[in-house]
Each structure stands twice: as C-alpha cells, then as structure tokens.
C-alpha cells in the first residue's frame, strides 16, 4: 500500500471547476470519484503528458498564468501558517501524553 501525504492546497477557481467537471464526468459514468481523488488524477495525468510529450507553449503559458498570482502566493503562505500551527498544537498534545 502506496503513503498518502496530506497537504494544504489553494486552487484557482477554474482549476476547481474543472475538478468538479472532471467528478460530473465520472458520476454520469457511474462512478462517483471523490475531489482527491479527480486532483490526484488530473495532476498524474498532466504530469505523464509533460514527460511524454514536453514543455510545449501551453504548458509555459499555465505555468506563468499560476506563477504570477499574487492572490495564490498569499493563500500558500497562510496556509503554511496554519499548518505550522496545527503541527505545533499537535506536538503540545503529544507532549502531553
């Protein structure tokens, strides 16, 4: 069985959207794919593409459009924050113990 690392994401709003694009998709298929599920998927997906396939235009002209959002810059660092302060709440209660 694979390790599951859990993070803290900010996504854009057309990023979610075509995660739960990707989800309506599955479920009129009859399956119903939970969204870290569909995140997972669309990030391997996309990742075998650039290993098969390369860096074309379109892969820069994403990475730029996600790069130079200041709104993304700032949702990551308070994320960071806060998963900092769980961890810390965290090791204060195993202390605890």
């Known amino acids: 069985m694979k390790k599951n690392k859990r993070r803290s994401v900010t996504l854009t709003d057309a990023v979610d959207k075509r995660i739960m694009e990707l989800r309506a998709f599955f479920m009129s298929k009859g399956?119903?794919?939970?969204?870290?599920?569909?995140?997972?998927?669309?990030?391997?997906?996309?990742?075998?593409?650039?290993?098969?396939?390369?860096?074309?235009?379109?892969?820069?002209e994403i990475l730029k459009e996600h790069f130079e959002s200041d709104e993304l810059k700032e949702s990551a660092l308070l994320d960071e924050w806060t998963d900092l302060q769980e961890y810390k709440k965290w090791q204060e209660q195993q202390a605890k113990k």
């Open 31 to 60: 399956l119903n794919l939970n969204y870290t599920t569909a995140l997972n998927f669309l990030s391997n997906y996309g990742d075998e593409k650039l290993q098969k396939g390369g860096w074309d235009k379109l892969a820069f």
